[in-house]
Structure formats: structure tokens, C-alpha cells
């Protein structure tokens, strides 16, 4: 659904017309620049768990061999080091003790869409990227633009609420696209919530 296509949608989710409503508008506030440089322990650390071990992302010598300026970060890693920081010094990131608590600030967080029906629930149930430059080490990463693709509502056993899908672009310093990430969300009411 596009622009102007709330209109075709009954019921409880009339809701979300609004939102459908926006389709392709750009709901980005702003740039989110990544919190470091891209930097080789930084790649280590990121791979090290999942133990990958292509020379590529730990070889300098094999890296320029293959025509890379510097060791090049795992595709797996972008959206990390595109992340800003999710605390500064004098800010506050925690300001509830409960055992559930979220961060006051928090780049992964479920960005707000201009007139969106109240959700509770939140779950992201795709990302797909298409990749078009390296990132490498030295690099500096930035989500630049949140295009709303689409919004569905649907009710489902978790509850009623609406898949919403955006993209965004990362690109390094130098304004090099890197890639294109789309990511589908489900933004809900938990069923036992929505039945009432």
C-alpha cells in the first residue's frame, strides 16, 4: 500500500492508515554516524565469536593483494559499525533499576512513526541488505535516510499490530555507499491485549 491507500483498510486496523499513508516519505531525523572508525580489533572482536577465520579480514598483506586499501570489515558487521553510541559521558543511559529496564537512548530502538497507533510489542522479522563497496578499516560509517516501504497490518498469534519495513543507506565518510539495508519489523499489541 501507498500514499493515499488507508482508505482500503477496515477495522481495528484503520489504525495504521496513517502510517500507510506515508509510504515512501523519509522519516529519518537525522544522520546516525557510527560511534568508532572501523578498526582491525574491532573486526577481530566481531568474528571471534562466531569463529571466522578468512584471511581476508585479518591478512593486510593478503587484503591489498586482493586490491583492498586496508583490511576490510565482514558485510555482518556494518549495521554494528554503523551504530552510534549509545551513551556519552555525563549522560544517563539506565534511569530505572527494574529488571527489564531498556536504555534511555538506544540507536536499535523502534524509531516512532508520526501518527502510529500505541504498540507494546516490537520484533524484527527481516533484514536484507545489497552491498555495494567495502567498508574497510579507517573507514567511518553512517546511516544516512529511513525510507518507510511499506506498512501491513495483520493479526497474527502474537497479537494485532502491522508490518513495517524501512530502508536505510550506509555510506563511509568519504560519501562511498556501502550498502542498502531493508528491515521488516512487527509492531503489536500482545494478543491477550488486543482481544480486550
Known sequence: MGRGESAKVD????AWGPVIDQVGADLALREQVGADPVEAGMIRRFLEPVELGAALHYDPVLASELGYDALPAPVSSYMSFSLAPLWQPGEILFDSDDRNAMPVSNPAAKQPIPGEPHTSGFVMVN??????SPACVGDRLKRVGLRLMG???RQTRLGRGAFITF?????RGDGGLVAVYRMTQFR???ATEAAS
Open 127 to 132: 533484514i536484507e541488505a545489497d552491498y555495494y
Open 11 to 14: 477495522g481495528w486496523a484503520s
Open 167 to 171: 530502508e536505510t543507506d550506509i555510506v
Open 188 to 190: 503489536y499489541e500482545p
Open 151 to 153: 506498512c501491513k497490518p
